[in-house]
């Protein structure tokens, strides 16, 4: 059984910064990309920033420049720097891992519980 485990959430100041981890622990092959998403209360779940196995990153506009997406693939664990934070970086932080659990297995898509980050003075 595959689980994903965010943690670093909390509340900050804006112009704060703050780390999240995902961590992901079981029977894994191979993660082949793993992603940060966010979700603000009353609005869809929007992608934040994504990293590949090769280390590729993607990052939505609204964040560029002021999150970072790393990885350690020994550890299979994700983070996210997030420096000079604002109030509408308030939402639900989730992370989502595609991996597969043996050689040649389809790939399967993973989520993690959610952290909370709040921005506020």
């Known amino acids: 059984q595959v689980q994903l485990v965010e943690s670093g959430g909390g509340l900050v100041q804006p112009g704060g910064s703050l780390r999240l981890s995902c961590a992901a622990s079981?029977?894994?092959?191979?993660?082949?990309?793993m992603t940060w998403y966010r979700q603000a209360p009353g609005k869809e779940r929007e992608l934040v920033a994504t990293?590949?196995?090769?280390?590729?990153?993607n990052y939505a506009d609204s964040v560029k420049g002021r999150f970072t997406i790393s990885r350690d693939g020994a550890k299979n664990t994700v983070y996210l720097q997030m420096n000079s934070l604002k109030p509408e970086d308030t939402a639900v932080y989730y992370c989502?891992?595609?991996?597969?659990?043996?050689?040649?297995?389809?790939?399967?898509?993973?989520w993690g519980q959610g952290t909370q980050v709040t921005v506020s003075s």
């Open positions: 989502n891992a595609h991996l597969t659990l043996r050689l040649g297995s389809v790939v399967r898509s993973y």
């Open positions: 079981g029977s894994i092959f191979s993660i082949n990309v």
């Open positions: 990293i590949t196995s090769g280390g590729s990153t």
